[in-house]
């Protein structure tokens, strides 16, 4: 069993930390700083062999270079001039493993056209940066709405039970727009119920699963690309 463990950065970010207890080796999902990662490490005696960047962006990226220094690990992530160190380049198709586990790496383009995600299919856990949140889904920076929603029906058609590994802590503000957005769903209102409470007490809201995401999150619910791309520029002026 892979233990995934937070470790949370800048304002509301989330660092994956991934370690395998047979092999004793550790991975990090875009470490977009180093400090916080390294106290964690050594705070648990782990050691990092590899980085996986889901996509190029700076609160993702930052820190590869000063883990790389500091660990000597090897950095993988998707084929982007604009990722830090990238030792490997990860395409549709391509693994990355940890111990006997092994990553299938999936292309999810639409917040940023070189965005993957990793899937561990015999572990139900798919690590989806910016792609797809607890209720929400990344801004469009570079991609099509018809790239996004086919990437958010990549993931929400991965088996119900599979958890979700988002990079961001953005489910309250998700919560209010989902509920705005579909006001007479009533497992968006019980979980915008369950959200708040967790928030109020400064807890973590994620991992998230598929058949929560298929229940709860509009984005994934939106019928067509069209509809995803209206309710997109909704939440982009929503408060
Ligand atoms: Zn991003």
């Given at each position: ?109 639409g917040h ?19 792609t797809l949140f607890a209720m929400g889904c990344g801004r469009l920076?570079?991609?099509?709405p018809?790239?996004m929603y086919a990437s958010l029906e990549?993931l929400a ?13 953005y489910?309250?503000?998700n919560?209010?727009f989902a509920?705005?957005a579909e ?30 995401e298929r229940?709860t999150n509009p984005f994934v619910r939106a019928s067509d690309a069209?509809r995803f791309a209206s309710l997109r520029a909704r939440k982009?002026?929503?408060?």
């Amino acid at each position: 069993m892979l233990k995934i463990v937070p470790v949370p950065a800048f304002t509301d970010n989330y660092i994956w930390l991934v370690h395998d207890p047979d092999s004793g080796e550790t991975a990090v999902v875009d470490p977009g700083e180093a400090a916080p990662v390294l106290a964690e490490i050594e705070r648990r005696g782990w050691t990092v062999g590899q980085v996986w960047n889901t996509h190029w962006h700076p609160d993702h990226t930052g820190g590869n270079l000063a883990l790389k220094e500091a660990t000597g690990c090897t950095i993988s992530g998707p084929a982007s001039p604009r990722i830090p160190g990238n030792d490997r380049e990860l395409s549709e198709g391509d693994a990355v493993r940890i111990g006997a586990h092994v990553g299938r790496i999936v292309e999810v383009p639409g917040h940023t056209l070189d965005h993957i995600a990793i899937i561990f299919d015999d572990e139900r856990i798919a690590f989806v940066g910016d792609t797809l949140f607890a209720m929400g889904c990344g801004r469009l920076f570079e991609g099509t709405p018809e790239q996004m929603y086919a990437s958010l029906e990549k993931l929400a058609s991965l088996p119900a039970d599979t958890r979700l590994y988002c990079a961001h802590e953005y489910t309250l503000s998700n919560a209010r727009f989902a509920a705005a957005a579909e006001p007479d769903n009533k497992d968006i209102a019980v979980r915008l119920d369950q959200v708040r409470a967790l928030r109020d007490e400064g807890r973590i809201t994620l991992p998230t699963t598929v058949a929560l995401e298929r229940a709860t999150n509009p984005f994934v619910r939106a019928s067509d690309a069209e509809r995803f791309a209206s309710l997109r520029a909704r939440k982009d002026s929503f408060g």
